[in-house]
């Protein structure tokens, strides 16, 4: 069975950095589509960062230059590395992720989430 666990969020004041961490657990045989997203409450849930299996990354505007997503494959452990990190990054951060599993095949699955609070 497939899971996807978060972790690495927590309250740091603005400017501060968090590096959080999504491992993957299961027979995981590739990943493929790796991405971050965030939901501030009473909003949607918006992508933050992708990466693909080749290597191609992509942010949001609001991200660009301070968030970096990577991938340890060895590990199964997908990471999004924020720094400067503003208020506004205050939400709830998801790892989603499109992988294919020995016993599963192909699937897509989410994280629990992880609570990133930026102080002023």
């Known amino acids: 069975q497939v899971q996807l666990v978060e972790s690495g969020g927590g309250l740091v004041q603005a400017g501060g950095s968090l590096r959080l961490s999504c491992v993957a657990s299961?027979?995981?045989?590739?990943?493929?589509?790796m991405d971050w997203y965030r939901q501030a409450p009473g909003k949607q849930r918006d992508l933050v960062a992708r990466?693909?299996?080749?290597?191609?990354?992509t942010y949001a505007d609001s991200v660009k230059g301070r968030f970096t997503i990577s991938v340890d494959n060895a590990k199964n452990t997908v990471y999004l590395q924020m720094n400067s990190l503003k208020p506004e990054d205050t939400a709830v951060y998801y790892c989603r992720v499109d992988l294919y599993a020995g016993a599963s095949g192909y699937g897509t699955y989410w994280g629990q989430g992880t609570q990133v609070t930026v102080s002023p």
């Open positions: 990466l693909s299996s080749r290597g191609t990354t």
């Open positions: 299961g027979s995981i045989a590739s990943l493929n589509v």
